[in-house]
């Protein structure tokens, strides 16, 4: 036995090798060892794993052709069975656990890359929506401010005027980028807007309204009906005057929005449960 590993002693090393880099594989798979998990990382331990595979199975190859030659006796009738025996279970049985060893690591490293994937992928989704809203509900509190504060300036020049209201306001519209432009009174009743006649008017929530009754900074309405951004804003030189403005969002980034929030909470939901079990 001694002579057979001592004969074998180079097999045997590449063996050990490539079992060892096998299990740092896989290790590095699951975060667990000393090399940093990445995507680089990954690449060139697979590819070592590939190139020790490859040469430990060209020199089991190449050590069985050689240890049949040797053996078979002077006249070619027989081999010695017991050498070519204990050298054939000796190179089968690590070429099949590698084996195995390998199918469990490449299925494990899988599914550790598409959940990652999935994970990035959902959140991204998610947060590109949600900031987009986040985006257009801070724009329009500073478009309130600017519309404001030119509504303020020009209160002689539009002296109640219907005509010059209406012509003043869609100019704001238009330069500010946003949907509706609305003056109204303190109970909520439209004086002045940018609407058509046929367009109906949705009234901002009473809570908001109350919240700048005393209060000349804007206010940003974020319990709007769906799929609009909304802000209100007392007007300094008019008496219970008050601006309110509206931005319609994306409906379909509404729609990515509530859809990406639902697909985090059951993908969560179910990477839970699996480790559970």
Same mark, same amino acid.
């Given at each position: ?6 004969k074998n ?8 090798i ?10 590095t ?8 998990l ?21 020199f *089991? ?5 050689s ?11 027989k081999?010695?069975?017991k ?9 089968l049985i ?8 390998s199918l469990f ?21 998610y947060?590109l ?8 509900r801070?724009k329009?509190?500073s ?10 300036k020009?209160?002689?020049f539009?002296?109640?005027n219907?005509?010059?209201y209406?012509?003043f ?10 949907d509706?432009?609305?003056?109204i009174?303190?109970?909520?009743k439209l004086?002045f ?13 009473d809570?908001?309204?109350?919240l ?8 940003? *309405? *974020?319990?709007?009906?769906?799929? *609009?951004s909304?802000?209100?804003?007392r007007l300094?030189n ?10 319609y969002?994306?409906k379909d980034i509404?729609?990515?929005?509530t ?8 993908y ?7 480790h559970?079990?």
């Amino acid at each position: 036995m001694y002579e057979f590993i001592k004969k074998n002693i180079y097999l045997i090393i590449l063996f050990i090798i490539t079992l060892s880099i096998g299990f740092l594989t896989f290790l590095t798979f699951i975060d667990k060892g000393f090399i940093e998990l990445s995507d680089q990382n990954l690449q060139i331990l697979l590819l070592l794993n590939l190139v020790l595979l490859i040469a430990l199975f060209i020199f *089991i190859f190449v050590e069985i052709k050689s240890a049949i030659k040797n053996d078979i006796d002077k006249d070619g009738l027989k081999s010695n069975k017991k050498y070519i025996t204990y050298f054939g279970l000796f190179t089968l049985i690590p070429s099949v656990l590698i084996s195995i060893f390998s199918l469990f690591l490449f299925s494990f490293a899988l599914e550790k890359y598409f959940d990652k994937k999935v994970t990035t992928v959902v959140n991204n989704s998610y947060e590109l929506a949600r900031n987009y809203v986040e985006e257009i509900r801070n724009k329009i509190q500073s478009d309130i401010v600017l519309i404001a504060f030119d509504t303020n300036k020009s209160k002689k020049f539009l002296n109640d005027n219907q005509n010059e209201y209406k012509r003043f306001l869609n100019t704001q519209k238009l330069i500010r980028d946003v949907d509706e432009v609305h003056i109204i009174d303190i109970n909520k009743k439209l004086l002045f807007s940018t609407l058509n006649d046929d367009q109906p008017y949705v009234p901002p929530v009473d809570r908001a309204l109350n919240l700048v009754l005393d209060d000349d900074r804007p206010l940003k *309405i *974020i319990n709007a009906p769906e799929n *609009i951004s909304a802000a209100i804003m007392r007007l300094q030189n008019f008496e219970d005057r008050f601006l309110y403005v509206v931005k319609y969002l994306d409906k379909d980034i509404s729609r990515y929005l509530t859809e990406s929030e639902e697909a985090i909470n059951f993908y969560y939901t179910v990477e839970e449960k699996k480790h559970w079990y």
